[in-house]
Nanobody
Framework: EVQLVESGGSYVQAGGSLRLACAASGFTFGDYNIGWFRQAPGKEREGVACISSRSGSTYYADSVKGRFTISSDNAKNTVYLQMNNLKPEDTAVYYC???????????????????????WGQGTLVTVSS
């Protein structure tokens, strides 16, 4: 079964840190680029970060640059999102998604852009208190 499973979401105070994990199975991990997206209550889903499967290059939305870091452990078929200096506005359900086409993930990082990606996880909730 093709799937992405997110974990690591929790309740944290502002200024704190969390690390999310996205475990992939059922497909060739190295053929897919992985991205993180989030959806806050009452808002549209937005792109957060993505990583190229081929080069390992990383890309971030402006709202998280300098605070979040995406990384990949190919031996574990897992992509991580390290989130530091969390703010209340980071509160959201965080999803990971995978697609063979990197440009689709990059487009997804732009505000208001479509996010037509092949595989999606079910999400993990991050709540940041002020």
């Amino acid at each position: 079964e093709v799937q992405l499973v997110e974990s690591g979401g929790s309740y944290v105070q502002a200024g704190g840190s969390l690390r999310l994990a996205c475990a992939a199975s059922g497909f060739t991990f190295g053929d897919y680029n992985i991205g993180w997206f989030r959806q806050a209550p009452g808002k549209e889903r937005e792109g957060v970060a993505c990583i190229s499967s081929r080069s390992g290059s990383t890309y971030y939305a402006d709202s998280v640059k300098g605070r979040f870091t995406i990384s990949s452990d190919n031996a574990k078929n897992t992509v991580y999102l390290q989130m530091n200096n969390l703010k209340p506005e980071d509160t959201a359900v965080y999803y990971c998604a995978a697609d063979p086409t990197l440009s689709l993930l990059l487009v997804g990082l732009l505000p208001g852009s479509p996010q037509s990606l092949e595989i999606w996880g079910q999400g993990t909730l991050v709540t940041v208190s002020s």
